[in-house]
């Protein structure tokens, strides 16, 4: 799920069309967008506070054998939550293995940015020293 | 005498059009793609989202390109966009002791557990315009280095043990108040004061957090730890009952540490104020935890005797929107308002000049 959040629309697309599936799906609810109250904490760890809103779009699918799948996702993309929905409802039977093949490259893809941005921030590291002071 | 007055359609609908045309500007320079200002004004995608209270960096973008660059405008844009959408539900509260960390920086510990980092900082230039930019030049790859993986604890539970420093204590479900909701009250609790920062305006914010440096209402302020990064937001759909991961969401945050004398009850401890905004904004989020602080001047025992430290006079006007509605508003038409004014003042004189002629035959 947290793969399908951070997919781009076509990468989603393209995972969906690798991993075979029935074309007869239904929509348990219509897929739409919304707001979700994103919440912090006072002091970080206190009580919470409403911090302020996200678009967040929601899709809920039915497989023609019962399998049901949901997705929550920031952002306004229908399709691209219905994908994921879908996705969600595939990954809980039979077809569990060809959805995470056919995700592994949006995984190795969004590891390996997060990866080449922590070792950017880390060259960015301060090493203090200590001047030696001049009194003898 | 009352006139109903109506019209200017026609030249309403011709200042939009010139409006549209004017936005778009010189038809030989490429037309700007939201994409770019999403990618490329990052800073102000920031600003919007922070003060139109919706994470939406795409939404954020096209704003900005439709309010011309004028930010407050592209703030009320959101603000009206987010009326038009139901409301989910709230989200589980950001965990930002589990951020991806870009930046993060304390000026009260030099040996941070986790480290300093000053990541992607205007700080330390030198502020002189690069003309490079202008030519196009395209910039070196940045450094790499091998990256951290030591956990990156809050500063402010470094010093806890000693109970040096006032502890925060989050109690179970308790009620989270919500300004979208339910109009502001006062006394307003640190809930929704902390609600109304977050979305308030950033130079008005700044102002404050500056007059209380100056002496109006000194709190002593210390930076304990500013970081920005992504944190995952996660929400527990009714259905579902467990949570799901909605994505990351870019945050700031200043834990701003404050001197405090104690009092009776109090032993003396280090206060604190708190700063969490969207996207990328230090500026932000250090005023938005010394304002923070400075109106929890009564829980102290204080005495208010300070703009930023009076509640009703802050959180009343820290909104650019409700404030630019009300400061605009003057320019519509008042025609008739005007109109009784006029005609009171003219009375005031032709009684004004009777009396003086009055006065003058009386000494006469």
């Not at chain 2, 809930?191 to 977050?198: H, P, S, Y």
């Not at chain 2, 527990?236 to 009952?241: A, C, I």
Request: net charge negative; aromatic share 6%.
């Amino acid at each position: 799920m947290a793969a399908c959040t951070a997919a781009s629309p076509d990468e989603l697309a393209a995972t969906l069309a690798g991993v075979p599936h029935p074309s007869e799906i239904v929509d348990l609810r219509a897929t739409e967008s919304g707001l979700v109250m994103l919440r912090g904490r006072m002091g970080g760890d206190g009580r919470p506070f409403n911090l302020g809103e996200a678009t967040v779009t929601r899709a809920a699918v039915r497989l023609p054998d019962g399998r049901t799948g949901f997705a929550y996702q920031l952002g306004r993309d229908a399709a691209k939550a219905r994908n994921a929905a879908i996705l969600d409802a595939l990954w809980q039977g039979p077809e569990r293995a060809a959805v995470e093949a056919a995700i592994a490259p949006v995984r190795a893809r969004i590891e390996a940015e997060a990866a080449a941005r922590a070792r950017r921030v880390a060259a960015t590291r301060v090493n203090f020293f200590t001047m030696v002071r001049g009194e003898d | 005498m009352y006139v109903a007055v109506k019209g200017g359609e026609g030249a309403i609908d011709n200042a939009h059009a010139l409006l549209a045309h004017e936005r778009r500007g010189p038809t030989h320079i490429a037309d700007l793609a939201p994409e770019q200002i999403e990618s490329q004004l990052a800073l102000a995608v920031d600003r919007v989202m922070a003060e139109g209270s919706l994470y939406d960096p795409a939404l954020a973008a096209l704003a900005i390109k439709q309010s011309r660059g004028d930010l407050i405008e592209a703030i009320f844009l959101v603000r009206a966009f987010r009326t038009t959408l139901p409301r989910f539900g709230a989200s589980q509260p950001l965990d930002t002791s589990a951020m991806a960390i870009e930046r993060r920086i304390s000026a009260t510990f030099k040996d941070l557990p986790g480290g300093q980092v000053l990541g992607p900082t205007f700080d330390y230039t030198h502020r002189l315009i690069d003309f490079m930019l202008a030519a196009g030049v395209a910039p070196p790859p940045p450094v790499e280095a091998p990256a951290e993986t030591e956990p990156t604890p809050r500063v402010t539970d470094l010093l806890d043990g000693e109970g040096l420093i006032e502890a925060e204590t989050a109690t179970g479900n308790e009620d989270v108040g919500d300004l979208t909701r339910t109009p502001l009250d006062f006394p307003a609790n640190r809930d929704l004061r902390l609600q109304a920062l977050a979305r308030g305006d950033e130079g008005f914010l700044l102002a404050l957090g500056y007059s209380t440096q100056r002496g109006y209402g000194r709190t002593h302020p210390f930076v304990g730890e500013i970081r920005f990064g992504e944190v995952e937001a996660e929400f527990v759909p009714e259905e579902l009952g467990f949570a799901v991961p909605l994505g990351p969401v870019a945050v700031t945050e200043c834990q701003m540490v404050n001197q405090f004398h104690g009092s009776a009850e109090v032993p003396p401890q280090f206060t604190r104020g708190y700063g969490l905004v969207f996207g990328q904004s230090e500026r932000k989020a250090m005023s938005m935890s010394l304002v923070d602080r400075a109106l929890r001047t009564r829980e102290f025992g204080e005495d208010v005797v300070a703009p930023a430290q009076d509640e009703e006079f802050v959180l009343s006007h820290c909104d650019n929107v409700q404030a630019t509605g009300f400061v605009e508003h003057l320019k519509l038409p008042h025609y008739v308002d005007f109109q009784a004014e006029l005609g009171l003042v003219r009375q005031m004189r032709t009684e004004y000049f009777a009396r003086q002629e009055e006065l003058k035959e009386a000494a006469e």
